[in-house]
């Protein structure tokens, strides 16, 4: 039964953020907000909606470490896996900007983290609690973020002098109905995936920490994984890092930051070995990206880094 709500669930939450996606960035074609405005808010939304569901739906039912736990997977698994497994499929190339401002943006947002969630070490505290006042910080980090985004965005397209259109643009009856059912499949799906989660976990025996950072983390990161690899193969690589990027970022400032805004997320599970990994793997990224192919992610260091989340793995199920 468990598995089934786990399953369920999923799905519900990849059709509802798909729905609401379409249904949203319909209605914002309808008042003619520019193309490159929907994709930096609503599109980024809608890859980083499973993360958001799960994570603020795991907040409010106290299981903290699937809601921390989901984020520090999902960025985990992003960094190494789907940019490993995309390399695998096609060399990714990597701009100057890229590696100058975007990845040390990855890895600043990596040590807020872990700054953040250090309270025993850095305060003498009894316990590693992500505040809401560090909530509240993360999502100011998201705001200047957006407006960086904001800002490059617009610099670029009047540069290139046009905008790409590839909006569908549905009846506003429709629009509505996909946004409603959307919302309606995020928050009945984030349920069922939760508890579908924490039932795994009692059942096995393992901690919630664990079932966040591997099974939840892998299931949230789909939409990514399948942007990713459908880009590969379509000869366009380099988006697989953009999106990796973005999504870690939206991830950590936004889905933090709004779970730990509604409620203080009490660590227990989540180490600073996991934190250290999520530093890690950016710091891998951005090093491979300088160092190894000149600014060309190969297919042998795609497996690297495939070999990183495995070792990693092994690493969390050798601790259980």
Not at 82 to 95: D, E, Q, W
Not at 143 to 157: M, Q
Not at 178 to 189: D, N, S, T
Request: hydrophobic share 50%.
């Amino acid at each position: 039964m468990n598995i089934l709500f786990l399953i369920g669930g999923l799905l519900l939450i990849l059709l509802g953020a798909n729905g609401l996606t379409d249904g949203a960035a319909s209605v914002a074609k309808r008042f003619r907000i520019p193309s490159i405005v929907i994709g930096l808010t609503i599109v980024a939304f809608g890859t980083s909606a499973p993360e958001l569901t799960v994570s603020v739906s795991s907040a409010l039912k106290g299981s903290a470490d699937i809601a921390v736990g989901n984020v520090v997977g999902s960025n985990i698994f992003n960094t190494l896996m789907i940019v490993g497994c995309t390399a695998l499929f096609a060399p990714i190339v990597i701009t100057r900007n890229t590696l100058r401002r975007e990845i040390p943006l990855c890895i600043l947002s990596s040590l807020v983290l872990l700054i953040c969630a250090n309270d025993m070490f850095l305060n003498g505290s009894k316990e590693n609690v992500l505040s809401i006042t560090d909530g509240l910080i993360l999502l100011c980090f998201f705001i200047v973020f957006l407006s960086y985004t904001f800002a490059i965005a617009s610099h670029n397209t009047k540069e290139k002098g046009e905008e790409t259109d590839e909006i569908k643009q549905f009846p506003m009856w429709k629009s509505v109905l996909y946004i409603l059912g959307g919302l309606g499949a995020l928050v009945a799906g984030g349920s069922f995936f939760v508890d579908g989660a924490s039932g795994i976990a009692r059942s096995l025996g393992v901690s919630e920490s664990v079932i966040g950072l591997t099974l939840v983390a892998g299931g949230t990161s789909l939409p990514e994984l399948a942007t990713s690899i459908v880009a590969a193969l379509k000869k366009n690589p380099e988006i697989a890092i953009g999106n990796v990027i973005g999504s870690n970022l939206f991830n950590i400032f936004f889905v933090l930051g709004c779970s730990a805004s509604i409620t203080p997320l009490h660590l227990n599970g989540i180490t600073n070995l996991d934190l250290l990994v999520l530093v890690g793997s950016s710091i891998l990224l951005w090093l491979v990206g300088i160092f190894f192919g000149k600014r060309t992610i190969t297919r042998i260091e795609g497996s690297i880094l495939i070999l990183c989340y495995i070792a990693y793995t092994t690493v969390l199920i050798y601790n259980l």
